[in-house]
Antibody, heavy 122, light 106 residues
Framework: QAQLVESGGGLVKPGGSLRLSCAAS????????MSWIRQTPGKGLEWLSH????????YYAESVKGRFAISRDNAKNSLYLQMNSLRVEDTGIYYC???????????????WGQGTLVIVSS | EIVLTQSPATLSLSPGERATLSCRAS??????LAWYQHKPGQAPRLLIY???TRATGIPARFSGSGSGTDFTLTISSLEPEDFAVYYC????????FGGGTKVDIK
């Protein structure tokens, strides 16, 4: 059974950095595109970033482009999100999600992790 | 950006009743729409994709319909475990989500 477990959230000051991790199990991680999605009080659910299964495609939402960086380590079955220059409005729950389909992404997300909470506050 | 508007914001129903949830897109997304269920403290779950295809393991009481700009998620007879928040998502122009419909117990 596919499972995703996020870690790395916490309290950080505006302008600070955090690195989120997502440990995948129960499926062949290297065969799937992965994304990060967050839920914030201001914007609800917001897709942030996508990385292809072969690491050749990476996309970002405009709201995080230049501040966040997605990466993956297929040998460790892990997905990461490096978040820099954090703002108060970045506060929310961050979800690691897998694409529903192997290889060519469908942009339907299944499964989701339970999320990790990021609070940006002085 | 394609804006998805869900209605109603809250739907108060009793177990056994039929739930009808709406999602309207600001421009056509053809059938590129999905529905997710989210319960407090749990991971969101994919219910429906491509507007009407049930995801693996999803009970038949969940059905999706629509195309273009107007979509509906129907739960034919509410079970106690179906009380949750439901979100729609489109993938035609980047990826956006609706604001959600909370289905709570009347």
């Amino acid at each position: 059974q596919a499972q995703l477990v996020e870690s790395g959230g916490g309290l950080v000051k505006p302008g600070g950095s955090l690195r989120l991790s997502c440990a995948a199990s129960g499926f062949k991680f290297s065969d799937y595109a992965m994304s990060w999605i967050r839920q914030t009080p201001g914007k609800g659910l917001e897709w942030l970033s996508h990385i292809g299964y072969g690491l050749t495609t990476i996309y970002y939402a405009e709201s995080v482009k230049g501040r966040f960086a997605i990466s993956r380590d297929n040998a460790k079955n892990s997905l990461y999100l490096q978040m820099n220059s954090l703002r108060v409005e970045d506060t929310g729950i961050y979800y690691c999600v897998r694409d529903r389909k192997q290889f060519a992404p469908s942009d339907w997300f299944d499964p989701w992790g339970q999320g990790t909470l990021v609070i940006v506050s002085s | 950006e394609i804006v998805l508007t869900q209605s109603p914001a809250t739907l108060s129903l009793s177990p056994g009743e039929r739930a009808t949830l709406s999602c309207r897109a600001s421009q056509s997304v053809d059938i590129s729409l999905a529905w997710y269920q989210h319960k407090p403290g749990q991971a969101p779950r994919l219910l429906i994709y491509d507007a009407s295809t049930r995801a693996t393991g999803i009970p038949a009481r969940f059905s999706g319909s629509g195309s273009g700009t107007d979509f509906t998620l129907t739960i034919s007879s509410l079970e106690p475990e179906d009380f949750a928040v439901y979100y729609c998502q489109q993938r035609t122009n980047w990826i956006t989500f609706g604001g959600g419909t909370k289905v709570d117990i009347k």
